[in-house]
């Protein structure tokens, strides 16, 4: 009886020790990067948003199957982690829940970057441009109806109710501050495409060389396009007192909710290029600069992708080098 006793002692003390070493070998993360799409594969080819990303970061680390998540979690030896989390909001954020409900990683000091590329109006940002965001805003969330169905020049757009903590989110300012002050001089590069395309437009902003900037991200499902829908971008970001939108793109509102719901809103920023103006030149319609003609194209995509990771790389190297820092906030300026 006395050696069956001390047998269930010592299958518990191990069970314990078990447990206690499981739970002490959480993965830690540092820095998060999501992109939302990759083109073929993670390098060696034509890179879509992650695979500079991936190629400055993870080609040692290791890979992780997460289920319910796009792609594979990576995660290298210093604690920066990164994936494909999926185009559109259902998709990216759906992966992003899934990253964060595994149990084996600790995301409780993570500073989380979503990053990728979109569009711009020539009035705020230029081709392969970079800016930080200040604001993320859904562009669906609300009530539209058809134009002609209302007086001429009223709005066509009202927000619905019971939204207001998910249509809109402003970034912590102190990171967002931060960001930008360790990134702003980046060298960024050009396209001679991407030179010709800017000169197309009258406005000043447009027709700049790319820059570092700070502004509000726009999340929406729909490719809006033209000038007409510009407008009506504006007019949601000015109901919700959100600033002045710099960046159409897909995603960052979805994300970032659901970073926001696990407790991280202080930590999440986000990190767009511009490849396109969001509307054509005043010679050419909306339809025309959605469908271009051969020698037309903006030309800002590898560019834009590439001078994104260049900003992004430079914050998390800093981020990471000065890790004691950060760990706890972020610094004070």
Same mark, same amino acid.
């Given at each position: ?12 003390? %191990? ?6 070493a ?96 979109g ?46 903590d ?9 990171l967002? =501050? ?9 060298p ?26 700070v ?50 809103a ?11 103006f ?7 319609s909306?339809?025309?600069? %959605? ?7 903006p ?21 990471? =080098? ?12």
């Open positions: 009886m006395k050696r069956v006793i001390l047998c269930v002692v010592a299958l518990a003390t %191990l069970l314990c020790g078990v447990s206690s499981s739970a002490q070998e959480k993965v830690k993360i540092r820095v998060f990067i999501g992109a939302q799409f990759e083109i073929g594969d993670y390098t060696g080819d034509r890179a879509g948003e992650f695979q500079h990303w991936y190629e400055r970061y993870f080609t040692e680390a290791k890979a992780f199957e997460v289920a319910g998540a796009e792609k594979a979690l990576f995660v290298n030896k210093d604690g920066v982690a990164g994936s494909v989390l999926g185009m559109g909001k259902v998709r990216s954020s759906s992966s992003m829940t899934a990253l964060l409900a595994d149990p084996r990683f600790d995301f409780s000091e993570t500073y989380f970057i979503i990053t990728g590329c569009g711009t109006p020539p009035s705020v940002g230029t081709v392969a441009s970079v800016f930080w965001s200040d604001w993320l805003v859904d562009y669906d969330l609300g009530h539209r109806w058809a134009y002609g169905e209302v007086p001429a020049g009223d709005p066509l757009f009202s927000p619905r109710k019971g939204y207001e998910v249509r809109v989110l402003k970034i912590n300012p102190a967002v =501050a931060k960001a930008f002050e360790l990134t702003k001089d980046t960024l590069d050009d396209s001679e495409q991407s030179k010709k395309y800017r000169q197309k437009y009258p406005q000043k902003t447009a027709q700049r060389s790319p820059f570092v900037g502004g509000t991200s726009l999340c929406s499902d729909t490719f809006f396009h033209g000038p007409g829908l510009s407008r009506e971008a504006q007019y949601i970001c000015d109901l919700y007192g959100a600033g002045t939108y710099s960046i159409t793109e897909m995603e960052g509102m979805a994300v970032a909710y659901v970073i926001k719901k696990f407790g991280h202080d930590r999440v920023i986000s990190l767009r290029t511009p490849v396109n969001d509307q054509g030149n005043p010679n050419e909306t339809l025309e600069h %959605l469908d271009p003609a051969p020698g037309n194209y030309g800002g995509f590898s560019t834009g992708i590439h001078n994104a990771a260049k900003v992004g790389i430079r914050f998390v190297d800093h981020v990471v =080098a000065h890790w004691n820092d950060w760990k706890n906030g972020v610094p004070q300026m």
